[in-house]
Nanobody, 121 residues
């Protein structure tokens, strides 16, 4: 089970960190992905990290601004978001899967509820 938290209202240019808490003893062997969905739009890939944390990849729209990380000892994953823009406003979802993980929604079998991030201009 996954639970995302940490969303809120932030001004453009600001920073926010959202967290994903996982229950269960197998989290450390799962890839974790972050996705987001803005009103009226499809859910889109943001970032993903493999089970060990040794490799991560990002959507072009967030590369250089967002950083995904994980702490397997705490069963948590994080998405640090810097230099936020109004177009980053969305509900952010974390997802996990025992596979390598990828950029597609269908590649993740486990999803948490979302946390809303609102960036004001």
């Amino acid at each position: 089970q996954l639970q995302a938290s940490g969303g809120g209202l932030v001004q453009a240019g600001g920073s926010l960190r959202v967290s994903c808490a996982a229950s269960g003893r197998t989290f450390s062997s799962y890839a974790v992905g972050w996705f987001r969905q803005a009103p009226g739009k499809e859910r889109e890939f943001v970032a993903a990290i493999i089970w060990s944390g040794g490799s991560a990849y990002y959507a072009d729209s967030v590369k250089g601004r967002f950083t995904i990380s994980r702490d397997n000892a705490k069963n948590r994953a994080y998405l640090q978001m810097n230099s936020l823009k109004p177009e980053d406003t969305a509900v952010y979802y974390c997802a996990a899967d025992p596979s390598y993980g990828g950029r597609g929604k269908d590649e993740y079998g486990y999803w948490g509820q979302g946390t809303l991030v609102t960036v004001s201009s």
